[in-house]
C-alpha cells in the first residue's frame, strides 16, 4: 500500500509544472492585483493545487535522498551493458498534458471534474505501469533517467554522452529495479 502511495506522489509531483501553467494560462496580466483576481476565482481549486505541489515535491525530495543513501549502502551492484535515455521520452509524455493546460477552465466545476478523471487515467498508467521515469520535476533538478536493461531503470546526474557503463557500477535501490549512480 505505501508503495502504490509513493508512485501516486511520485505521479502528483510530475504534474507540478502543469499545475503552475494553468495557474498562468488563467492569469489575464502579469500583475499583483491579476494573481489575486484569478486566486478568488476558486480558492478552494487553487488552495488544492498548491498543497498537492507542495506535498508531492517535498516527498520527491525526501524519496530522491533516501534512494541515494540506500544505493550508497552494501547492495547488489549491477555493470549496465546497453544504456537507453528515456529523457526524449519524459518531454514526449509531457505533451500529454497539454489537454488540461488548454482546457481547464478553474472556474468551471465540469472542467475540473473532467480534467481530474483525465488525470487518474494518466495516474492509473503511470502507477499500474510503473514509470516514475516520466517524472518531468526529475529532468528539472538534473537528474537523467535511463533504462539499463529488462525492467531496471537508473537514475542519476550523469549524462548519457558522459557516462561508460563498462566503467560504472548502479547500486540497486532497495529490491527495486532502480538503480542509482
Avoid at 547488489?76 to 481547464?104: A, C, G, H, M
Avoid at 531496471?152 to 532502480?178: A, C, M, N, W
Amino acid at each position: 500500500m505505501i508503495k502504490i502511495l509513493l508512485k501516486w506522489t511520485l505521479f502528483f509531483s510530475s504534474n507540478v509544472p502543469v499545475f503552475f501553467m494553468i495557474y498562468l494560462k488563467s492569469l489575464k496580466k502579469f500583475t499583483s492585483k491579476e494573481m489575486m483576481i484569478t486566486w478568488q476565482m476558486n480558492p478552494i481549486f487553487w488552495s488544492s493545487l498548491v498543497i498537492i505541489s507542495i506535498f508531492s515535491i517535498a516527498v520527491l525530495i525526501f524519496w530522491l535522498i533516501i534512494i541515494k543513501k540506500d544505493a550508497s549502502m552494501n547492495r547488489p551492484s549491477y555493470r549496465p551493458i546497453k544504456i537507453e535515455s528515456y529523457d526524449s521520452q519524459i518531454l514526449n509524455f509531457f505533451v500529454t498534458f497539454i489537454i488540461p493546460i488548454l482546457s481547464l477552465d478553474p472556474e468551471s466545476w465540469p472542467s475540473i471534474i473532467m480534467n481530474i478523471i483525465l488525470l487518474l487515467i494518466e495516474g492509473a498508467f503511470f502507477v499500474s505501469n510503473n514509470t516514475l521515469y516520466f517524472n518531468i520535476v526529475l529532468l528539472i533538478f538534473g537528474y537523467h533517467i535511463y533504462s539499463i536493461g529488462e525492467d531496471k531503470i537508473l537514475i542519476t546526474k550523469r549524462k548519457k554522452s558522459s557516462f561508460f557503463p563498462e566503467e560504472s557500477e548502479t547500486h540497486q535501490v532497495g529490491t527495486t529495479g532502480i538503480y542509482f549512480i
